[in-house]
């Protein structure tokens, strides 16, 4: 995004270089840093157009849009992937991550509203109107504090994860419907469903309804239950919990799509950002985090005990209550899980669309020039998505290129190169808790070695060996079920 305050300026400030005081006279200081941009909203809507949509930006908005976003058909294939790492392993690796992802997610509003002080500061982030212009990204966040190289690495990540993403939705809505009417191939329940979505591009815009972000919610919380349910009435055979399949690929391949379910922070920075009160998202993660803990761990725990076999073999557990294919209670939960899927195809879409537009330099041309331009995405999600039909090893490939760097990997690096000198520590604009600087003796030493021993462990494991292992189980795939196969996994 071009600036027009002085370039060396801005990199002395992403640098921190420049002290707070240095910076007297630009329009706010910390405190305006961390103040409330947009209080009220759209002051012309009525409180029930406002409560459906319009400019929500409360803590309750926030909630509802980080756990929409993190779970949906992720939440089909979890049962597998605690299958493929054995129960043993899967049960405290979900915390361990989930516990690491509420760390990294404090990181990342630390960072943002530290980006948004120093611009503040600088006076590059309200405009001579008093209206801000800055919009906050995950990929720009990155690049302030780390450089074009960071930059560059995030944005490449954020595209691959949309990019892949969406692939799935499309995977997972005919696998899904498939299993309430297999009169059709997967293959040609795909090209419905994939032309289907190919109305996304006529989509100018999209804003997170509350409505919408309630019923992909209720979606998700049917569908646990439903399964839950099932399994309790199903029972678990003798000694199911010790069974596991001592496998690096099965375990590693596992082990990905759990990055994707439990750590994934592809959208934090844009949900804080359209806050009113950012730094609020520490605490609505921990909130989030909770809920999507109790959805997904004890249905993919219900599954694992209770079907070992199927839940191994199949990568959506759809397929696992298949005996269940005629049961009314099951084909509502397919019929939820559908729609919460349309939808997220709506929201990583855009996004990409967005990045594809700027990218080909349309992106301030009429919207029917704009929505030809996105044929060529949508097209190349419809293709990949008909041609690759594996949604498991998907789902892992998707969440080993991305997750651990957007989500665990980068946040630290970002965070530890932000504040390594004490200038920057002494002017930040949200300070570590007490408690953590203690564990140092009043430094940031523990902080940072904790980071460099969180970003060493999942790029060693999560970048690297469960990439790997799932571009060996890809190539695998292919091979057994072929390209445009037409039932996978039947």
């Known amino acids: 995004m071009a600036f027009d305050g002085d370039?060396?300026?801005?990199?002395?400030?992403?640098?921190?270089?420049i002290a707070t005081e240095e910076l007297k006279g630009g329009e706010g200081d910390l405190t305006s840093a961390l103040v409330v941009d947009n209080p009220r909203g759209n002051g012309d809507q009525g409180w029930f157009s406002r409560w459906l949509?319009?400019?929500?930006?409360?803590?309750?908005?926030?909630?509802?849009?980080?756990?929409?976003?993190?779970?949906?058909?992720?939440?089909?294939?979890?049962?597998?992937a605690f299958s493929k790492m054995g129960f043993s392993a899967a049960f405290p690796l979900a915390i361990f991550m989930g516990c690491v992802s509420i760390?990294?997610?404090?990181?990342?509003?630390?960072?943002?509203?530290?980006?948004?002080?120093r611009l503040v500061r600088a006076g590059v982030w309200f405009g001579p109107d008093g209206n801000r212009r800055i919009v906050s990204q995950y990929h720009e966040t990155m690049g302030f504090f780390l450089g074009?190289?960071?930059?560059?690495?995030?944005?490449?990540?954020?595209?691959?994860?949309?990019?892949?993403?969406?692939?799935?939705?499309?995977?997972?809505?005919?696998?899904?419907?498939y299993y309430w009417y297999d009169g059709l191939s997967k293959r040609t329940w795909s090209l419905i469903w994939g032309g289907i979505f190919q109305l996304a591009v006529l989509l100018p815009s999209f804003r997170h309804l509350r409505i919408i972000n309630i019923l992909g919610i209720l979606g998700t919380t049917y569908t646990a239950l439903f399964v839950v349910i099932q399994c309790i009435k199903h029972g678990a055979p003798p000694n199911s919990a010790a069974i596991t399949t001592a496998s690096p690929i099965n375990f590693y391949t596992g082990i990905a799509v759990v990055y994707k379910?439990?750590?994934?922070?592809?959208?934090?920075?844009?949900?804080?950002?359209?806050?009113?009160?950012?730094?609020?998202?520490?605490?609505?993660y921990i909130y989030s985090y909770i809920w999507i803990a109790l959805l997904t761990i004890p249905h993919s725990t219900a599954v694992t005990?209770?079907?070992?076999?199927?839940?191994?073999?199949?990568?959506?557990v759809y397929a696992v209550m298949k005996a269940y294919q005629n049961n009314v209670w099951l084909k509502i939960s397919i019929a939820l899980m559908i729609l919460h899927q349309a939808i997220a195809f709506l929201i990583y879409f855009l996004p990409l669309a967005f990045v594809w537009e700027k990218f080909?330099?349309?992106h301030t041309k009429p919207f029917w020039i704009r929505s030809i331009s996105r044929l060529p995405i949508s097209l190349l999600v419809y293709f990949l998505a008909t041609a690759f039909p594996f949604y498991g090893t998907i789902n892992s490939l998707v969440g080993a290129i991305a997750s651990p760097m957007l989500g665990f990997i980068l946040p630290t690096v970002a965070y530890t190169v932000a504040f390594r000198k004490k200038t920057t520590q002494q002017n930040m604009a949200i300070r570590p808790p007490r408690w953590m600087l203690k564990i140092g003796r009043n430094t940031f030493i523990a902080i940072f070695v904790f980071n460099i021993f969180i970003a060493g462990l999942f790029l060693i494991n999560g970048t690297g060996l469960s990439l790997a292992y799932s571009i060996i189980q890809f190539k695998k795939d292919v091979q057994k079920f072929k390209v445009f196969a037409k039932c996978y996994q039947c």
């Open 7 to 17: 370039p060396e300026l801005l990199r002395k400030i992403a640098r921190g270089e």
């Open 53 to 80: 949509g319009g400019d929500a930006g409360t803590d309750v908005d926030g909630w509802l849009l980080t756990v929409c976003s993190q779970i949906g058909q992720i939440m089909l294939v979890l049962p597998q």
């Open 103 to 117: 760390y990294t997610a404090y990181l990342l509003v630390a960072l943002y509203c530290e980006r948004k002080a």
């Open 148 to 177: 074009r190289v960071g930059r560059g690495l995030a944005l490449t990540c954020v595209i691959l994860d949309l990019l892949g993403t969406n692939i799935a939705q499309i995977i997972a809505s005919s696998s899904d419907i």
């Open 261 to 284: 379910a439990l750590g994934n922070h592809v959208v934090a920075l844009e949900i804080m950002d359209a806050m009113f009160v950012p730094q609020n998202y520490r605490k609505i």
């Open 305 to 316: 005990l209770a079907f070992p076999g199927l839940s191994l073999k199949n990568g959506n």
């Open 360 to 362: 080909i330099g349309v």
